[in-house]
């Protein structure tokens, strides 16, 4: 039975979770350690706290929208009552991959390694939530023909809303980085990871390729992005890991040399670091190549 505050599909085909909608009223549900096999967002209306996130932390303000994909480690600290609402959903519901071209929320909302991952929410977008959240709990209470596909254009309205928010915050504080002294590096080491982080794994490599001490480099990193460059190089091969073991069915075996790793046995440990979870173990759980269509399940 639903709750009246909780709304929740499972997929037929395995009873896991597909697409759950929630309101929550404390932080009870993310004071602790998070690391699920779902997308995640989740608006925090009222209250404000930290956000713990990988390997950094960050603070967020009232009405802000985080957002996480799956098994990126996550928890949510405050000494507040904090209320909002949650939405979940499995790539084999709604694979943010596959339909980067219709959403282009990749790389903005999630999987972004170079921001905090939060949007803060303005009023227009507050009232397009507030819409698209009371459209997605009339479908879910009414099981009837098309119920995916409708369910799925309120989520894609709503990832579309925030994508844009979020860019526009985004290109805000490009503009605010114009007038620090590091904007130039900054920008080099991003595309400098993003074309050589299959094959240089090493921060000392970016320091030669950039022409700057190693240390001075790191500080770089740590002012600007929070992360050590170590973890930055990480975080990007993991989210390379993850999209090849979701789209393809290519053996771990070939995805770990195709990402610089010679020994599969190595880059299964490292991905296990990273994720809390296996490679295998990944594909078994988050999917893989299942997403054949935009109807999901």
């Not at 819409?131 to 023909?145: A, C, D, H, R, S």
């Not at 130039?184 to 950039?210: C, G, V, W």
């Not at 040399?257 to 490679?279: C, M, T, V, W």
Request: glycine share 4%; with cysteine; charged share 20%.
């Amino acid at each position: 039975m639903n709750h009246p505050n909780a709304f929740t599909i499972t997929n037929p085909q395995n009873g896991n979770l597909a697409f759950k909608l929630f309101h929550f009223f404390d932080n009870n549900h993310y004071d602790h350690l998070q690391r699920n096999n779902y997308y995640s967002l989740i608006w925090v209306q009222k209250g404000k706290g930290k956000v713990k996130a990988d390997f950094a932390e960050h603070v967020f303000e009232e009405n802000s929208l985080l957002a996480f994909s799956p098994y990126q480690p996550f928890m949510i600290c405050t000494g507040e009552i904090i209320e909002g609402v949650a939405i979940h959903f499995h790539p084999d519901f709604y694979c943010i991959h596959m339909h980067q071209q219709e959403v282009s929320c990749n790389g903005v909302l999630f999987n972004n390694i170079y921001q905090p991952p939060f949007t803060i929410i303005n009023s227009s977008a507050e009232a397009t939530f507030n819409m698209v959240i009371e459209q997605m709990k009339t479908e879910m209470q009414n099981i009837g023909l098309a119920q995916y596909e409708l369910l799925i254009s309120y989520l894609k309205i709503f990832l579309i809303t925030a994508s844009r928010l979020k860019k526009e915050q985004l290109s805000e504080t490009t503009v605010d980085l114009t007038n620090a002294k590091e904007p130039a590096i900054l920008q080099t080491l991003k595309d400098s990871i993003e074309l050589n982080f299959k094959t240089k794994h090493s921060p000392s490599h970016y320091a030669d390729m950039l022409n700057i001490s190693a240390k001075a480099l790191a500080k770089l990193s740590k002012t600007h992005f929070n992360k050590t460059l170590t973890d930055l190089i990480s975080e990007r091969i993991i989210i390379e890991a993850k999209r090849e073991l979701y789209l393809t069915n290519k053996a771990v075996k070939e995805i770990a040399y195709e990402l610089g790793y010679e020994d599969e046995h190595y880059f299964s440990r490292f991905f296990k670091a990273n994720a809390d979870i296996s490679p295998q173990g990944y594909r078994e759980t988050v999917g893989f190549a299942k997403a054949t269509a935009a109807t999901g399940i």
